[in-house]
């Protein structure tokens, strides 16, 4: 079982910064690709950002340029920094990982969420 633990949003006006951090702990192996994504009222769940282990980046259009994501692998540890923020960015963010358990085995999981609301 792996635990994803959110933790840095908050109230921010438009124009700030906030940034979000998530922690994987549990039985892993190795976390092969962490991501965000953020559901605002009455959406749906939305992609914004994924950074993997390899390197490999990619944002949501309504982000890029503001937001980027980034990652410490000796804490299993992922970032989004979140600038230039703007009301349509109120949502609860959620962190997903793809972690390998062992060779072979591999789960997906949420973390719990973090609000994020930009008053204009």
């Known amino acids: 079982q792996v635990q994803l633990v959110e933790s840095g949003g908050g109230l921010v006006q438009a124009g700030g910064s906030l940034r979000l951090s998530c922690a994987a702990s549990g039985s892993i192996l190795s976390v092969d690709a962490m991501a965000w994504y953020r559901q605002a009222p009455g959406k749906q769940r939305e992609f914004v950002a994924i950074l993997t282990s390899g390197g490999r980046l990619n944002y949501a259009d309504s982000v890029k340029g503001r937001f980027t994501i980034s990652r410490d692998n000796t804490k299993n540890t992922v970032y989004l920094q979140m600038n230039s923020l703007k009301p349509e960015d109120t949502a609860v963010y959620y962190c997903?990982?793809?972690?390998?358990?062992?060779?072979?085995?591999?789960?997906?999981?949420w973390g719990q969420g973090t609000q994020v609301t930009v008053s204009s």
């Open positions: 997903n990982a793809e972690v390998s358990h062992r060779i072979g085995v591999r789960g997906n999981y």
